[in-house]
C-alpha cells in the first residue's frame, strides 16, 4: 500500500495527479464543506480569496461559534448569510447580524429555528415586510405559552408604520 503525499492547499491553481489535473478550487471547497475537516485547516481555509471556500466553511455544520463569528463580517453577503443559517452561529453573532446592511442576510437570521425570541422580536419590527413576516412565522415554532408572550410583547412594542396607518384611497377612507 502507497502513502500518498498531502496536498499543499492556496498554492497552484492545479495540481498534477495519478489521474490528471486537479482543480485545487475545487478541492478548497469540498474541504471548506466537509464535516469532518480538522479546525486548523478550516482556520487556514477562512482566508481564502474565493468566496464560494469561505461560504462553505460557513455552511459547513460543524465549523465551531470563533469562525462563524469571523466569518459574519466578510464581505461577500452569502458568506454572511451561510452564517445565518449555520445552528452552530452563536446569539451574539446572530444579534449582530440581524442588523446586516443585507436583507437577505436578516431574512437569514429571522429563519434560523436556533435563533434567540430577542432577536426574533427585533426582526418582528424590521423595515422589510418580508424579514417581519419570516421572523414572525420563525416565532411559531415556539411552545404556545412562549407564543401568547411574545404576542403581548409585539403588541406592546407595535409602532405602527407610516404606510400601515395611512388611509387607502382606493377604499374611500
Known amino acids: 500500500m502507497t502513502q500518498e503525499k498531502p496536498v499543499q492547499v492556496g498554492g497552484n491553481t492545479n495540481i498534477k495527479g495519478s489521474q490528471g489535473n486537479i482543480?485545487?478550487?475545487?478541492?478548497?471547497?469540498?474541504?471548506?464543506?466537509?464535516?469532518?475537516t480538522p479546525k486548523q485547516v478550516l482556520a487556514k481555509l477562512i482566508e481564502d480569496s474565493d468566496s464560494n471556500v469561505r461560504h462553505g466553511i460557513a455552511s459547513n455544520?460543524?465549523?465551531?461559534?470563533?469562525?462563524?463569528?469571523?466569518?459574519?463580517?466578510?464581505?461577500?453577503?452569502?458568506?454572511?448569510?451561510?452564517?445565518?443559517?449555520?445552528?452552530?452561529?452563536?446569539?451574539?453573532?446572530?444579534?449582530?447580524?440581524?442588523?446586516?446592511?443585507?436583507?437577505d442576510v436578516r431574512f437569514g437570521v429571522a429563519e434560523n429555528p436556533h435563533m434567540p425570541e430577542k432577536i426574533l422580536l427585533k426582526l418582528a419590527h424590521d423595515e422589510n415586510a418580508y424579514v417581519r413576516c419570516r421572523a414572525l412565522k420563525t416565532l411559531q415554532i415556539f411552545p404556545l405559552?412562549?407564543?401568547?408572550r411574545l404576542k403581548?410583547?409585539?403588541?406592546?412594542?407595535?409602532?405602527?408604520?407610516h404606510n400601515e396607518i395611512s388611509p387607502n384611497p382606493s377604499l374611500g377612507e
Do not use: G
Open 152 to 161: 403581548m410583547l409585539l403588541e406592546e412594542n407595535w409602532v405602527p408604520r
Open 23 to 36: 482543480d485545487t478550487l475545487h478541492v478548497r471547497k469540498v474541504v471548506a464543506r466537509n464535516p469532518n
Open 145 to 148: 405559552e412562549i407564543q401568547e
Open 61 to 103: 455544520p460543524k465549523t465551531d461559534s470563533d469562525l462563524l463569528q469571523k466569518l459574519a463580517f466578510d464581505i461577500d453577503k452569502d458568506v454572511r448569510l451561510a452564517v445565518a443559517e449555520n445552528p452552530n452561529t452563536p446569539p451574539v453573532t446572530l444579534s449582530l447580524l440581524s442588523d446586516d446592511e443585507d436583507v
